[in-house]
């Protein structure tokens, strides 16, 4: 039996900041460099182009900018008015929040992966493959079991939360399709 | 004879176009100042200029050029110049009668004569351009296309559904306009959709002389600077931080000044224009030597767009220099990121052998690692909004220096 004072119910403040931490566990990471090459380069050899700097990984992010044509990676789900003809697309965003109880939640984190129809194939170990399918390959490989700075890690866990699927077919069919899928973590922060 | 046919030829005959011409330009000539409409006005040097010159016209009024704006006879005017060589391209500024005009209509080779016709510009534009840290002033014409009197509804305000049509000159300052820019006219916001920029002057200036911007009545937003009609201007504040190393040093000193130019508290990557009184020289890299003699005070100062910021270093015979140099000199570090550097005593130019100490002001977020030799590695553990502070110390002698560790993007 727990005291019930504001000390032993759990606390979101910092939750806001995953999102930032998925991409910085992603871009100090060297196995991660193929991710940010597939998004850059809209060729099919992008995995035999050279590594990008962190700033150039950085110049991918939209921070509130007004023309989204010049970004790559965005931090919402509405990426409106943007070609998506040559581009790939990645946006991680919020998806849902359950709170198991006053002290546990778990968060999940939706990306999205989306590619314009000119550019959807690349070579990946030897042979040409689809594009989505190898960028959420690498995206799961390098974030699950990766501490995000909450309780436990990032899992691909349907166990920790029924919405950790992946979902192809995201698109309007007539100028991108992609693929999306889920990741949860536990959430525990009190005091 | 046959010299004197071969010089007649090359330089006294005329081909039919050369007669032609040069008939129409005497008679140009000859009844220029037969004519009450002949007036001396102000013509733009070149186009962007912004310095004008006496020139004699022959002004006549036309009517309106275009449909669906407000007609008003005394906006549009052409002006007849005395010499058939007078070229003007469309985009050009005149200025009489107490206004601004611009050329729409501009000379062409198939007249024999040189005339361009004007509208008079009957507004201004003010913006703040957020990259120069700059505001602008541009006149323009303009004139509006009311569609359906139809409100706009939107979530908050109604706002009229009307569409108004500025013409400016294409010049380097209004070609940096983007779209969604937000003027402000006479109290009343607006925000550019569209504009028309793609009506060259030529295949070899392929810039348009002549901008048309279809801006769209707009909400007022809490950034505006209604009072002196300049959009957005409060949501850039921009200040610059000098970091001098040196309050007194002796003459013949030189160092390096460092100029942070910050965007709403936050560092940006540009760089400033640097400027000293008579006492130093400055490049513009910040690098200086002090040239004034003891007692005089060099003062440098900073500039970026309408922002300044001074600092000085005072001028003495001499000065016991016993400071800890570090390098390279570091400002921030981004989150995750590492950085070696190097601290040691100097007395003036020489360097010591003595050991310095290194401290983190937040070992939560920066931590110092030694790595023997005054040699050190700082590394970000995670970003912080506050400035961090690493002291550096030897006895009696400190060095502080503040960091920014500043997240990825």
Redesign the interface.
């Known amino acids: 039996m727990f005291c019930s004072n504001e000390e032993t119910f759990n606390k979101f403040k910092n939750t806001p900041t995953i999102p930032?931490k998925i991409?910085?566990t992603l871009?100090?990471n060297e196995d991660a460099e193929d991710i940010f090459k597939i998004i850059k380069y809209p060729t099919y050899d992008c995995l035999s182009k050279p590594n990008l700097t962190?700033d150039e990984?950085?110049?991918l992010?939209s921070?509130n900018n007004?023309?989204l044509d010049d970004f790559n990676i965005f931090f919402t789900d509405i990426v409106n008015t943007i070609n998506y003809e040559n581009k790939t697309i990645l946006k991680i965003n919020e998806w849902d929040t359950i709170p198991t109880d006053r002290y546990h939640a778990t968060l999940t984190y939706k990306f999205d992966i989306l590619i314009g129809t000119n550019i959807p194939t690349i070579e990946y170990m030897g042979v040409p493959c689809n594009r989505c399918s190898v960028l959420k390959s690498m995206l799961i490989d390098n974030l699950n079991g990766k501490n995000v700075d909450t309780v436990g890690y990032l899992e691909f866990n349907r166990q920790l939360s029924v919405s950790c699927k992946s979902l192809g077919g995201v698109g309007n069919s007539q100028e991108f399709t992609g693929i999306s899928f889920v990741l949860a973590t536990n959430l525990v922060n009190i005091g | 004879m046959a010299d004197y046919y071969k010089n007649y030829l090359q330089n006294i005959a005329q081909t039919p176009k050369e007669k032609y011409l040069s008939d129409a330009n005497a008679f140009i000539d000859a009844q220029w100042e037969n004519t009450y409409l002949l007036c001396d006005i102000e013509e733009e040097s070149y186009l962007g200029s912004g310095i004008y010159n006496n020139v004699e016209a022959i002004k006549r009024t036309i009517t309106e050029y275009s449909v669906n704006v407000i007609k008003d006879e005394s906006d549009s005017r052409t002006l007849l110049f005395k010499s058939n060589n007078h070229d003007v391209e469309r985009g050009r500024k005149y200025k009489f009668n107490d206004n601004e005009w611009l050329v729409y209509n501009p000379t062409n080779e198939e007249e024999v004569y040189s005339e361009v016709f004007v509208r008079r510009c009957n507004n201004h534009i003010k913006w703040f351009d957020s990259e120069l840290n700059q505001i602008f002033q541009e006149p323009c014409s303009m004139g509006e296309e009311l569609g359906s009197p139809t409100p706009k509804i939107n979530k908050d305000i109604i706002v009229q559904n009307g569409r108004v049509v500025l013409m400016v000159q294409g010049n380097e300052k209004t070609r940096r306009i983007?779209?969604?820019q937000r003027f402000i006219i006479d109290g009343m916001p607006y925000r550019l959709v569209a504009y028309n920029n793609y009506m060259d002057n030529s295949y070899i200036v392929d810039d348009a002389n002549l901008l048309w911007f279809y801006c769209y009545a707009d909400i007022e937003q809490t950034s505006d600077d209604i009072e002196n009609n300049i959009a957005n201007l409060y949501e850039y504040n921009y200040s610059i931080n000098i970091i001098n190393n040196q309050d007194k040093q002796i003459s013949n000193y030189s160092d390096t000044l460092r100029a942070d130019i910050m965007l709403n508290g936050e560092k940006t990557d540009k760089i400033v224009e640097w400027e000293s009184n008579e006492f130093a020289t400055i490049d513009n890299y910040g690098n200086y030597t002090l040239t004034g003699n003891s007692g005089d005070v060099a003062v440098f100062t900073a500039k970026f767009g309408r922002d300044i910021a001074t600092t000085q270093v005072e001028i003495v015979s001499s000065i016991d220099n016993t400071f800890i140099k570090i390098e390279p000199m570091i400002y921030d570090i981004?989150?995750?990121?590492k950085v070696d550097i190097v601290a040691n005593v100097y007395n003036n130019d020489t360097k010591l052998s003595d050991e310095v100490f290194v401290t983190s002001g937040d070992t939560n977020y920066c931590t110092v690692t030694s790595n023997g030799n005054n040699s050190f590695t700082l590394t970000s553990l995670k970003s912080k909004t506050e400035l961090i502070t690493i002291t550096f110390t030897n006895g009696s002698i400190i060095k502080e220096i503040q960091i920014k560790l500043s997240?990825?993007?």
Do not use: F, H, T, V
């Open positions: 930032y991409l910085k871009a100090r962190l990984k950085m110049d992010i921070k007004e023309s | 983007k779209k969604n981004k989150d995750g990121g997240p990825l993007y």
